[in-house]
């Protein structure tokens, strides 16, 4: 559950930076109660993400409003700031521990182009994983290709669970693989505290995950779902399985295709998803392509680092 009148107090918090921003979210335990030892919502920082069309100029305008949220790379100027932002880590910049009206806050600085890259193509799946769970928007302009891409961000994440589930499962079997999805890839190899954070943050927010997919799972032609018993039922033919493969993001689509494409044969996107379909270990291969997603993104995102680092040594 979002805490009581949190509203009225994002956006106040929200007021103490330039105002050009093309969405505003507040996410985690601070918004949503979790359960489990980050339970404490009242006391807990509050993360935030904000989505700017033009980083150069709102670094430019927060560095004369906020200098002391920056680190040592303020006196480098904004130009230099969004170009870490954009070239280390997953398109991100983060100023942590700041206290703003009297609450601890933490905020993450990502460009509007590169959040709808990772929308719709999952190349890191850092805010697009975040953006699978409820999160609370405190701002959002009317960027048509933005909303498009939060709303197939959704979808995909509904896919590619529909893909690696059974031909039933509940509501919260669906939600905890969505949930996962950004961890390993695979709810099944997430351990120890990650299995746990993740139930967590599922169980005592169904409420708010159906209010992020009812429509979704309503409209999917692929789905009956029976809103009463929380349960779902899905297309498991060889039919129904390729068009889901085929809306998946590109990212995973071409890791699907290395694992499945051997050596020499180069055979194409299509093909490859089409003889998947037809393969009993088709959630197993899905599985797989997620997990070597988010492997290559964090050796990618290590390489900038060890760049960055190296750069600035």
């Given at each position: 559950?979002?805490?009581?009148?949190?509203?009225?107090?994002?956006?106040?918090?929200?007021?103490?930076?330039?105002?050009?921003?093309?969405?505003?979210?507040?996410?985690?335990?601070?918004?949503?109660?979790?359960?489990?030892?980050?339970?404490d919502q009242k006391?807990?920082?509050?993360?935030?993400?904000?989505t700017v069309d033009d980083p150069v100029a709102w670094h430019s305008k927060n560095l004369k409003k906020n200098w002391n949220h920056y680190s040592f790379l303020k006196v480098l100027g904004s130009k230099f700031i969004t170009t870490v932002q954009n070239n280390y880590g997953a398109g991100v910049y983060y100023n942590p521990l700041i206290l703003c009206?009297?609450?601890?806050?933490?905020?993450?600085?990502?460009?509007?182009?590169?959040?709808?890259?990772?929308?719709?193509?999952?190349?890191?799946?850092?805010?697009?994983?975040?953006?699978?769970?409820?999160?609370?928007?405190?701002?959002?302009?009317?960027?048509?290709?933005?909303?498009?891409?939060?709303?197939?961000?959704?979808?995909?994440?509904v896919t590619a669970a529909f893909l690696m589930?059974?031909?039933?499962?509940?509501?919260?079997?669906?939600?905890?693989?969505?949930?996962?999805?950004?961890y390993s890839g695979d709810f099944r190899m997430v351990v120890g505290e990650d299995k746990k954070k993740v139930l967590?943050?599922?169980?005592?927010?169904?409420?708010?995950?159906?209010?992020?997919?009812?429509?979704?799972?309503?409209?999917?032609?692929?789905?009956?779902?029976?809103?009463?018993?929380g349960r779902?039922?899905?297309?498991?033919?060889?039919?129904?399985?390729?068009?889901?493969?085929?809306?998946?993001?590109k990212t995973l689509q071409q890791q699907i295709n290395h694992i499945m494409d051997p050596p020499g044969k180069n055979r194409d996107v299509e093909e490859t998803l089409l003889q998947l379909a037809h393969d009993p270990d088709c959630a197993d291969v899905v599985r797989l392509g997620m997990k070597k997603s988010l492997i290559y993104s964090s050796l990618k995102l290590h390489k900038m680092w060890k760049g960055w680092l190296w750069k600035t040594s």
């Open positions: 559950m979002a805490l009581q009148s949190s509203g009225v107090a994002f956006r106040k918090i929200l007021s103490h930076f330039p105002e050009e921003l093309s969405l505003a979210f507040a996410y985690g335990s601070g918004v949503y109660r979790q359960a489990g030892p980050s339970s006391n807990a920082m509050l993360d935030f993400v904000f009206d009297g609450r601890l806050i933490k905020y993450g600085v990502i460009s509007t182009r590169i959040l709808i890259e990772d929308l719709l193509n999952w190349n890191n799946l850092y805010i697009a994983g975040r953006l699978h769970k409820p999160v609370k928007i405190v701002a959002m302009n009317e960027n048509v290709a933005l909303r498009s891409a939060l709303d197939k961000n959704l979808k995909s994440a589930l059974p031909e039933s499962f509940s509501e919260e079997d669906l939600f905890i693989e969505i949930a996962g999805l950004s967590n943050i599922v169980k005592p927010n169904i409420v708010h995950f159906r209010e992020l997919y009812g429509n979704i799972l309503q409209e999917n032609p692929q789905v009956v779902y029976k809103i009463q018993q779902l039922e899905i297309d498991k033919s060889p039919e129904g399985q390729f068009t889901q493969l085929m809306t998946l993001p």
